[in-house]
T-cell receptor
Framework: DTAVSQTPKYLVTQMGNDKSIKCEQN?????MYWYKQDSKKFLKIMFS???????INETVPNRFSPKSPDKAHLNLHINSLELGDSAVYFC??????????????FGAGTRLSVL | GENVEQHPSTLSVQEGDSAVIKCTYS??????FPWYKQELGKRPQLIID?????GEKKDQRIAVTLNKTAKHFSLHITETQPEDSAVYFC????????????FGAGTRLFVKA
């Protein structure tokens, strides 16, 4: 069983379109994340949700809207796609411990190409 | 906010040699420091982590050290093997009402056979 699964794996689309990426985790974790990894491999946090509530929003444009219907799912919708949105998007989940440990489990990534 | 710097950006070693990757962080409130390995085309995966109340941790050929005073931490890989070739990310994590993890820019490690 895949612990954190995201779909689609690849997404090729035109500028100006709207697209969604879905993420599901079966680990029972309360916390989920979206990261963007650009062509230089820099891994940058975008959003963090805890039990369906947004807790971290890292100055991401309003065109990006995460939605968490339940704590096992965190989807990412992107409006009016731009060339600069091309990247690999990783979903992750974790179950932070009271001792401060916060191991994140990543999905396989969605490679978004905006033409 | 937290800033994590990682060096070097690229590291090439001969099989069997050691590799060291260094990171510094800016926010003294950070209390958890994981290291992730990302093989080409794959997802990042945790290889080792250290909490702020520990100075060193070892797991077989990999070890991590933490100097809280200087705000830096390092990954040491001994007896490197070709399968160690990957991008390694350090990270610093703190609880700001939710756990926020800031990643370093990554180190691309090449192990030559």
């Amino acid at each position: 069983d895949t612990a954190v699964s995201q779909t689609p794996k690849y997404l090729v689309t035109q500028m100006g379109n709207d697209k969604s990426i879905k993420c599901e985790q079966n680990l029972g974790h309360d916390t989920m994340y979206w990261y963007k990894q650009d062509s230089k491999k820099f891994l940058k946090i975008m959003f963090s949700y805890n039990n369906k509530e947004l807790i971290i929003n890292e100055t991401v444009p309003n065109r990006f809207s995460p939605k968490s219907p339940d704590k096992a799912h965190l989807n990412l919708h992107i409006n009016s796609l731009e060339l600069g949105d091309s990247a690999v998007y990783f979903c992750a989940s974790s179950d932070p411990t009271g001792q401060g440990q916060n191991i994140q489990y990543f999905g396989a990534g969605t490679r978004l190409s905006v033409l | 906010g937290e800033n994590v710097e990682q060096h070097p950006s690229t590291l090439s070693v001969q099989e069997g040699d050691s590799a060291v990757i260094k990171c510094t962080y800016s926010d003294s409130a950070s209390n958890y420091f994981p290291w992730y390995k990302q093989e080409l085309g794959k997802r990042p995966q945790l290889i080792i982590d250290i909490r702020s109340n520990v100075g060193e941790k070892k797991d077989q050929r990999i070890a991590v050290t933490l100097n809280k005073t200087a705000k830096h931490f390092s990954l040491h890989i001994t007896e490197t093997q070709p399968e160690d070739s990957a991008v390694y990310f350090c990270a610093a994590s703190l609880n700001t009402g939710g756990f926020k993890t800031i990643f370093g820019a990554g180190t691309r490690l090449f192990v030559k056979a």
